[in-house]
């Protein structure tokens, strides 16, 4: 079956990076796009990125523009997204999704809680 | 960006109840929608795609509809594991964007 497997949560100070993983199996990598969505402890869900794992073509929210990078590493089946400068906004659950044509965003990830503190 | 309104915030309703939840588009975006089901602390699920088709496994129970800027998701009798909160999503253009979302609470 599908799954999106996550990293494990994560603490930062503000200013510094994180990255969090979101390794997929059950279905061939590289022929589904790979979106991140994050979630503000009692807020609503914010699209942030998709990611084409097979080209590794990237379209941003223009929010995050500059400080997000997500790639793939097809070799593991693994899409990556690094978020950089930390602020404490950035305190949230990130989750990475599958799209299929049609029924959207089908599969999600179990979601990773990354906290910004000092 | 398109800005999705989505109504009420909130609701309280009882078992059996029909319940409808409204999201309105900024501009157009076809039938580009799709309807979320989130449980607390966890992922969401996906009820609705293409505005008016139902994801697989997903009970009749749940239907939805609209086309352009103004959609609709029903739920013709409210069940005890309904109790959730509700997100619409269009993803007609980037950046993909959520409704407010409609929390929905045990009378």
């Known amino acids: 079956q599908v799954q999106l497997v996550q990293s494990g949560a994560e603490v930062r100070k503000p200013g510094a990076s994180v990255k969090v993983s979101c390794k997929a199996s059950?279905?061939?990598?590289?022929?589904?796009?790979i979106h991140w969505v994050r979630q503000a402890p009692g807020q609503d869900l914010e699209w942030m990125a998709i990611?084409?794992?097979?080209?590794?073509?990237?379209t941003y929210a223009q929010k995050f523009q500059g400080r997000i990078t997500v790639t793939s590493d097809t070799s593991t089946s693994t899409v990556s997204m690094e978020l950089r400068s930390l602020r404490s906004g950035d305190t949230a659950v990130y989750f990475c999704?599958?799209?299929?044509?049609?029924?959207?965003?089908?599969?999600w990830g179990q979601g990773s809680l990354v906290t910004v503190s000092s | 960006d398109i800005q999705m309104t989505q109504s009420p915030s909130s609701l309280s309703a009882s078992v059996g109840d029909r319940v409808t939840i409204t999201c309105r588009a900024s501009q157009g975006i076809r039938n580009d929608l799709a309807w979320y089901q989130q449980k607390s602390g966890k992922a969401p699920k996906g009820l609705i795609y293409a505005a008016s088709s139902l994801q697989s496994g997903v009970p009749p129970r749940f239907s939805g509809s609209g086309s352009g800027t103004e959609f609709t998701l029903t739920i013709s009798s409210l069940q005890p594991e309904d109790f959730a909160t509700y997100y619409c999503?269009?993803?007609?253009?980037?950046?993909?964007?959520f409704g407010g979302g409609t929390k929905v609470e045990i009378k």
């Open positions: 999503l269009q993803h007609n253009s980037y950046p993909l964007t």
């Open positions: 990611i084409n794992p097979s080209s590794g073509s990237t």
């Open positions: 059950g279905y061939i990598f590289t022929t589904h796009y």
């Open positions: 999704a599958r799209e299929v044509s049609g029924p959207g965003l089908d599969s």
